[in-house]
């Protein structure tokens, strides 16, 4: 089993800055891919940002630029730090990992969401 804790969601002011982190834990042998999606009211779930295990990074048009994802191999952590926020950033942002357990089966791990809403 491998679980995620996701911590930093909460009310800014547009333009402001948050910063998400999320920690897996478990019988994780190796992590591959870790990443952020986000869910707004009445649409569906989309990729926000994803990092490799080699430090590789790809985000949604929507986000270039303002937002950064790192990861801390060494505390299987993955952060999101978001700046110049827009109302339209509002959502509940849900961390995804994937790697092998030790038991040498893949897994496919969700967060359990954390708001995040921008007032304008």
């Known amino acids: 089993q491998v679980q995620l804790v996701e911590s930093g969601g909460g009310l800014v002011q547009a333009g402001g800055s948050l910063r998400l982190s999320c920690a897996a834990s478990?019988?994780?042998?190796?992590?591959?891919?870790m990443g952020w999606y986000r869910q707004a009211p009445g649409k569906q779930r989309e990729l926000v940002a994803v990092?490799?295990?080699?430090?590789?990074?790809s985000y949604s048009d929507s986000v270039e630029g303002r937002f950064t994802i790192s990861r801390d191999n060494a505390k299987n952590t993955v952060i999101l730090q978001m700046d110049s926020l827009k109302s339209e950033d509002t959502a509940v942002y849900y961390c995804?990992?994937?790697?092998?357990?030790?038991?040498?089966?893949?897994?496919?791990?969700w967060g359990q969401g954390t708001l995040v809403t921008v007032s304008s």
């Open positions: 478990g019988s994780i042998f190796r992590i591959n891919a």
């Open positions: 990092i490799t295990s080699n430090g590789g990074t």
């Open positions: 995804n990992v994937k790697g092998r357990s030790y038991y040498f089966r893949d897994f496919d791990a």
